[in-house]
């Protein structure tokens, strides 16, 4: 196969766009001094896709984020975005890429305004493009006061600016770190709409979110990270049906022993069960039950004839506990040996 | 995973908001403080060992006192000119008016400066009332006043068994005045803070009252109108005359005054709601900010502080200039002073001598400068700012660059402005090639100021968190260059100050090696600082 050479970085981005993933690291590691805080990290984003990317506090999602836009150079691994090694071409990425950081600092001496205009001159200047029109839109869409100074703005209106600003670029790529953590709950509904927005112009976000229903809402397919190594990565809807299911069964007293007793025998270790008493003499059972398991589980709880019995897939926030949960197990028996030395 | 073995910590442990306002601006309170205390403890003994005599010091007295500048800024040499009394003329002045610059921005950061950062809001979370926090500003305030008044007198009582001329109740009488103007202009901008609605007008106004402080001075030091030094607290130090009448009574008026202010800003900070102003800036405008390049904006971001220092450092050329005539005509009178000057400056010539000194001085306060807007790239770096300009496609080394080529700019042409100030002005004092001179020794130091400059930017480029070191070659050419003659320090040592190396070019001198090598240092190390910055990993805090 022959490959022609780009003109330029701008053809050589959207060709990258076209051919391949858009953000693709591959055995990333990143030290600070001893402390390993990405370890052997995969992560890839497929070009016009919404990609949810999520971990506990320190998890490492951050500094991920920060050696995709070439703000810290990785020990290990290969990352490219846009086609590109942000290593060595973070401006050439940086140009075709949106970033909204995670606690927004902007010039507090300058408006609102001032501000947008000086996001969207730097990135012209450096031979990007800014729709002016798109701007006007989101400042209304967002109720933006832009004439007041940015010392006088709250988070969620810092916030909103630099949003305006990602989304109003002409850019490839989105990088969203943690973007509406100071935006109610209608200014979310917006952001929502223009993220959607953006993906149906042939753009990528890649959104690192703590509020787990946004990401269920918007992403296609999310990376679940813990202590700087990869958890999970996947569609989101495959890795619901693969994952554990919710089942609540509301069964008599009397036979409450022995469905608690058969319960555990049938999950093993694996056993994630709730006795919770109710009134009139019922019981209700919550199980996490693991996909291969859900037949027989089902089949013992109507044997005891429950009131009710519901059945639901995994949420998102399931996932997440999920792994949360393994994580702190794994961790506890360490911690002990740690705190008895 | 390791758990952090935490010790008990002892029980009942109480820590209130004035420990705590002095707590984390303890850097800041330090950074003041220790090097005004420091040039205290050299100031007396290095009169006394200049001028032991009191014979000495007749035609030094006599031709400081004639001269308007020298009036206008420290008032009347009082006489018959002790050791004490010169060192309350020349250092008391310095020493008032950097404590009241103190104090006044402590004040603003006790005060506004806490409710902007949410650090009142934080003491509010713990339980602590806004009349509890009010009184820990106040508290606080009081704290580093009286703390600032206590180690004046503290030195100086040291001094005195040093120094025979030096006595125990001027010592008192100096630390007393230096606690109570410490302590209005404080509470001045507590109450500056409670009207003004940013930490930026709140400044404004505080520095609004010390100018207007400092012009009254000025009117009472030139006409003599004794009232306007007690309506003055930048005068008080002339009512109190620590060294000569040693009124210490009169600090109990201004002490009262000083509870007047605190009144003040008890009232002004009653029922007022957090965060509430009576006066407010010009919050909202419609203004557009077209740039399309990190220098512009650097330009549109600093505009305001480059002319600032740009005022201060052309008056202080100015006043140079207005002393020229009769520092030169003291320095032919007196071989002391006009050795001293040689040695300093390693100049025969007398005008030479002088605007050599004055050069270093103002280059001094010019690298200040360089060296702020350098590092204050740093200052973007850990906030985070150049997160947004790189995420629009900026180089990585742009903001650094953009700083550097500021610096070396700014600089340049503040150099220039104040030689030229001092040279027009040198034309009413001296004849004969003194306004060349003037100027030449000023802007000359240009030089010297880029090193400054190339070596911040080495320290900042290769580590946000080495910015500081760049004060380092500040502070060492400043000692070695003003008191390496005094402290015999050898030739090679006195050379590597970057500020000892302006030829005499109004004698027609050529560019020495010494001004290459600055040069080539300012050029070498800015590009492998902005280099280095463009290659290590950044660290937002």
Redesign the interface.
């Known amino acids: 196969m022959t490959t022609l050479p780009a003109e330029n970085p701008r053809q050589q981005n959207a060709m990258a766009a076209q051919t391949r993933d858009v953000v693709d690291v591959a055995g990333l590691t990143k030290n600070f001094g001893r402390f390993r805080a990405i370890d052997d990290l995969d992560l890839r984003v497929a070009r016009g896709t919404v990609h949810g990317f999520l971990g506990p506090n320190g998890a490492g999602k951050t500094t991920t984020i920060?050696v995709l836009?070439?703000?810290?150079?990785r020990d290990a691994g290969r990352v490219r975005v846009l086609g590109h090694d942000p290593a060595t071409h973070?401006?050439?990425i940086?140009?075709?890429?949106?970033?909204v950081?995670g606690?927004?600092?902007?010039?507090p001496?300058?408006?609102g305004?001032?501000a947008l205009?000086?996001?969207a001159?730097?990135?012209?200047?450096?031979?990007?493009e800014y729709d002016d029109d798109r701007e006007r839109a989101l400042i209304e869409a967002f109720s933006l006061d832009p004439?007041?100074?940015i010392?006088?703005y709250s988070k969620g209106n810092r916030q909103k600016v630099?949003l305006v600003a990602a989304f109003a670029a002409r850019t490839e790529l989105l990088i969203l770190d943690e973007p509406t953590s100071g935006l109610d709950p209608l200014m979310e509904r917006t952001f929502g709409d223009c993220v959607r927005q953006a993906v149906a112009d042939g753009r990528t976000v890649l959104l690192s979110s703590h509020i787990l229903g946004e990401v269920e809402r918007l992403c296609d397919a999310v990376t679940i990270i813990k202590d700087g190594r990869l958890v999970e990565t996947g569609q989101l809807a495959q890795m619901r049906h693969l994952a554990a299911s919710a089942i609540s069964a509301v069964v008599s007293v009397d036979s409450a022993d022995r469905v608690a007793t058969e319960l555990g025998a049938a999950l093993g270790d694996n056993a994630s069960v709730s006795r919770n008493p109710m009134q009139g003499n019922a019981v209700r059972f919550d199980a996490s039950v693991p996909q291969e398991l859900v037949d027989r589980v089902l089949q013992l709880l109507l044997a005891a004839h429950p009131t009710d019995v519901r059945c639901t897939p995994a949420s998102l926030e399931d996932l997440f506990l999920q792994h949360y949960r393994i994580g702190a197990a794994d961790?506890r028996p360490?911690?002990t040996q740690?705190?008895g030395r | 995973m390791r758990v952090m073995s935490s010790r008990p910590r002892p029980a009942g442990r109480r820590i209130g908001p004035a420990r705590v306002a002095l707590r984390t601006h303890r850097r800041q309170i330090l950074a003041w403080t220790l090097p005004l205390l420091g040039l205290l403890v050299i100031v007396g003994p290095s009169y006394a060992s200049t001028y032991p005599q009191l014979n000495q010091r007749t035609h030094l007295i006599d031709s400081l006192s004639g001269n308007v500048a020298t009036r206008l800024l420290y008032g009347p040499l009082p006489r018959p000119g002790t050791i004490g009394q010169l060192l309350t003329w020349e250092m008391g002045t310095y020493l008032v008016i950097v404590s009241s610059v103190f104090t006044l921005l402590l004040g603003v950061r006790f005060g506004r400066g806490a409710e902007e950062s949410g650090a009142a809001e934080l003491l509010q979370a713990c339980g602590h009332s806004a009349a509890a926090r009010l009184r820990g500003a106040l508290a606080a305030v009081t704290v580093v006043a009286v703390g600032l008044g206590v180690g004046v007198a503290a030195v100086l009582l040291a001094e005195s068994g040093l120094v025979e001329e030096l006595t125990v109740r001027g010592a008192l009488s100096l630390g007393l005045v230096t606690t109570c103007t410490g302590l209005f202009f404080g509470l001045a901008g507590l109450l500056a803070g409670a009207l003004a609605d940013s930490t930026g007008l709140a400044r404004v106004l505080g520095f609004v009252v010390l100018a207007i402080s400092f012009v009254l001075r000025a009117v009472a030091n030139v006409h003599g109108v004794v009232a306007l030094r007690w309506v003055s607290p930048l005068g008080w130090i002339d009512v109190v005359s620590p060294y000569t009448r040693n009124r210490w009574w009169t600090g109990a008026v201004f002490l009262a005054a000083c509870v007047s202010v605190g009144g003040l800003v008890w009232l002004a900070g009653q029922g007022r709601e957090y965060g509430s102003a009576v006066l407010h800036e010009r919050a909202v405008s419609d203004d557009r900010l077209r740039v399309r390049s990190v220098v512009a904006l650097t330009w549109h971001l600093e505009r305001g502080r480059w002319l600032a220092w740009t005022v201060g450092v052309v008056a202080i050329g100015a006043f140079f200039g207005g002393m020229s005539g009769n520092l030169v005509t003291l320095l032919e009178g007196d071989s002391n002073t006009a050795r001293l000057m040689r040695e300093m400056t390693g100049e025969h010539r007398l005008d030479a001598a002088f605007f050599s000194f004055a050069g270093v001085l103002i280059g001094l306060l010019v690298g200040c400068y360089a060296v702020l807007t350098v590092l204050a790239s740093g200052t973007e770096e850990g906030d985070g700012l150049l997160e947004d300009l790189l995420a629009c496609g900026v180089r990585r080394r742009e903001s650094l660059s953009a700083r550097a080529v500021l610096a070396a700019l700014g600089s340049l042409t503040m150099l220039l402005a104040a030689g030229a100030v001092c040279s027009l002005v040198t034309l009413s004092q001296l004849h004969g090639g003194a306004a060349g001179r003037g100027f030449s020794y000023v802007a000359g130091q240009w030089p010297a100021v880029l090193a400054l400059t190339g070596l911040g930017v080495l320290c900042v480029g290769a580590r946000r968190s080495l910015g500081v070191l760049a004060w380092v070659p500040v502070a060492g050419s400043a000692v070695l260059v003003l008191m390496g003659s005094v402290l015999h320090a050898p030739r090679w040592l006195q050379a590597s100050a970057v500020f000892a190396h302006v030829p005499d070019y109004a004698d027609g001198s050529v560019p020495s090696t010494g001004v290459v090598a600055l040069l080539g240092c300012g050029v070498v190390c800015l590009l492998i600082g902005v280099v280095w910055r463009g290659r290590r990993d950044l660290m937002p805090e």
Request: charged share 30%; net charge positive; aromatic share 6%.
């Open positions: 920060r836009l070439g703000l810290y150079r973070s401006s050439v940086d140009r075709d890429l949106s970033y950081a606690e927004v600092v902007l010039w001496s300058l408006t305004r001032q205009d000086v996001l001159g730097l990135r012209r200047s450096a031979g990007g004439s007041k100074r010392r006088k630099m961790a360490a911690d740690s705190g």
